[in-house]
C-alpha cells in the first residue's frame, strides 16, 4: 500500500502539477532524441523551445570522408597526376583540448557540400557560387606554395567520397571541375 500512497500523493499532493508537468518535459524529451522522423513531430508542437535536441553534434553522422585533389596542368601542358589535399592534420595530445585546425578541413568541406547541391543545374552555376570561389582560390594559394613557383598555368580540382579507413571500397568521385586558370579572369568593373 505504501507505494500507491506515495503514487497518490505524488499525483495529487503539493506541488504535483509540476511533477506532472516535469515528467512529462522528460519523457517529451528522451521521445523527441529518437532518430526516427516521427518523434520530430514532438519538437514542431514545442512553440516556446522547451525540448532540446541533443542530437546537434551529430544528428546525421558522416560515414565517408570527403577528399579534395587537385592536378596542374604547366606552361608547357603536361598535366600533373592527382594530388590529394589532407583536410584532416596528424591529431596531437594537445588536439584534445586545442584544435582549431580542424576548422580549415571542416570550411573546405561545407563548400564542397554546397556545390554538390547545386552540380546538377551545371557547372555554370555551380561556378557562381561563393562555395565555389573559394575553393578556387584556396586551391590556387595551395598550388603556389606546394608547386614552388614553377610555370603553372592552371589546375583541376575534384572532389570524392572514400570510406575513410575501408580501402576495400572504392572512392567516388562526387565531381571534377572544368579546367581553372591560375590567374583569374578579370571581371569587369561596375560604373560609379
Known sequence: MKIADTLRDALRGPGAGWRIAGAAVLTATVAA??????????????????????????????????????????????????????????????????FPDRRAGKAIFDAGDEILRYINRGFSVAQRLPSYRLLENYLRREIRESEGGHAIKGFQFAFARTAGYDTKEEAEMLFISPYTPMVPPTRPTPAA
Open 33 to 98: 532524441q529518437h532518430p526516427n522522423d516521427l518523434f520530430d513531430r514532438i519538437r514542431t508542437r514545442d512553440a516556446v523551445y522547451l525540448i532540446p535536441n541533443w542530437r546537434f553534434f551529430a544528428p546525421n553522422p558522416a560515414v565517408h570522408d570527403s577528399n579534395l585533389l587537385y592536378r596542374t596542368l604547366s606552361s608547357d601542358d603536361d598535366t600533373s597526376p592527382w594530388t590529394e589535399i589532407s583536410l584532416a592534420p596528424d591529431r596531437t595530445v594537445r588536439h584534445m583540448i586545442w
